[in-house]
Structure formats: structure tokens, C-alpha cells
């Protein structure tokens, strides 16, 4: 049986995520530039094999963030689509960086390895990663935020992304000028 109180708090968090993260825009659609938000503070830290990882190292470029772990369903069921399109826009100038947070770091590797992860992981077992992102709180696992070249988040999805919707959104924040 679950305490009504971790019942309850998944219920917040599952709203949270649906809402948009409290960014007043429907998820997956971009949010108008003059709303946009920067993480708060540097995003740094370790990746996966304990070697640092800055996020300023994209800036200029359009950068996909994906908030995930090991032992989340739903971000097993996106991570082919993912490296996929990861893989599809490389050339573009697009980069991709994951979040694996509340993990160990075995337990990390071994779903990159599973996945065919290629891109950069942080390993962020205590959420530090996560609360830089907290003006558009991706506290719902997965959740995958779009960066545009300023650094500024441009779209939040909450919940399992599919190609159909993440494409044509990061398309748009490429052919941002």
C-alpha cells in the first residue's frame, strides 16, 4: 500500500508536469521569447564517468536537455528516439545533454550502455542540476527541455517525448535567428 502522502505528492508532481512546469505555455509548443528563462546559476558538475560537464560548452547552440534515470519507465521508452534524434541533428549544430538524476551511477551507465547513449549525461543523484532548471520545473520524470542559443529554455515537455512532437518543436528553435 502507498502513504497518502507519496500518493499525494506524485499527484502534485504529475500536474505540475502537465501543466507545462509553470510556464503557461501548452507543452511542446515554443514559449514566446521575451518569457524565456535561463537556468539559474552555472550547470556544471560530472558526467556519467566523473569527468566535468559544463552546460555554458553549448552556448550558441540549440541544446536539448533530457531529465532522466535509470529506473524510469517512460524514459526507457523515449531513449531510442532520443539518440535517434540526436544523431539526426548533430550536423546541425544541435547538441544534447542528459540529467540522470536520483540514480546510481552504475545503474547510469548501464542504461546508456542498453540505449546506445552516445551524447553526455550529468550524473545529478541529488537533483543540484535539476533546481538550476526550477523556473520551468522538470521535477517529473522524463522531462525534456529544448535550450534556444542563448541558453533560455524554449520548450518544456513533460512526460515521454515522441519524435512526431519533438521534432518539428526543435525545428522551429533552429530556424530561430
Not at 8 to 27: D, K, Q, R
Not at 36 to 62: H, I, N, Q, T
Not at 80 to 103: A, M, P, Q, R
Request: glycine fraction near 10%; charged fraction near 25%.
Amino acid at each position: 500500500m502507498i502513504p497518502r502522502a507519496v500518493a499525494a505528492s506524485a499527484l502534485l508532481l504529475s500536474v505540475a508536469a502537465c501543466g507545462g512546469g509553470g510556464t503557461g505555455v501548452e507543452p511542446g509548443k515554443p514559449i514566446p521569447a521575451e518569457e524565456r528563462k535561463a537556468p539559474v546559476g552555472e550547470v556544471k558538475g560530472e558526467d556519467l564517468e566523473g569527468k566535468p560537464l559544463d552546460l555554458a560548452s553549448f552556448k550558441g547552440k540549440v541544446t536539448v536537455v533530457n531529465f532522466w534515470a535509470s529506473w524510469c519507465g517512460p524514459c526507457r521508452g523515449e531513449a531510442e528516439t532520443l539518440e535517434h534524434t540526436y544523431k539526426e541533428n548533430k550536423d546541425k549544430g544541435v547538441e544534447f545533454v542528459g540529467v540522470d538524476i536520483e540514480d546510481t551511477r552504475d545503474g547510469a551507465k548501464a542504461f546508456t550502455r542498453t540505449f546506445g547513449t552516445t551524447y553526455p549525461s550529468f550524473f545529478d543523484p541529488q537533483g543540484k542540476i535539476t533546481q538550476s532548471f526550477s523556473t520551468v520545473n522538470p521535477s517529473a520524470l522524463p522531462t525534456t527541455l529544448i535550450l534556444d542559443r542563448q541558453g533560455r529554455v524554449a520548450v518544456q515537455f513533460p512526460g515521454l517525448v515522441t519524435t512526431t512532437k519533438l521534432n518539428p518543436a526543435l525545428a522551429a528553435i533552429v530556424a530561430e535567428q
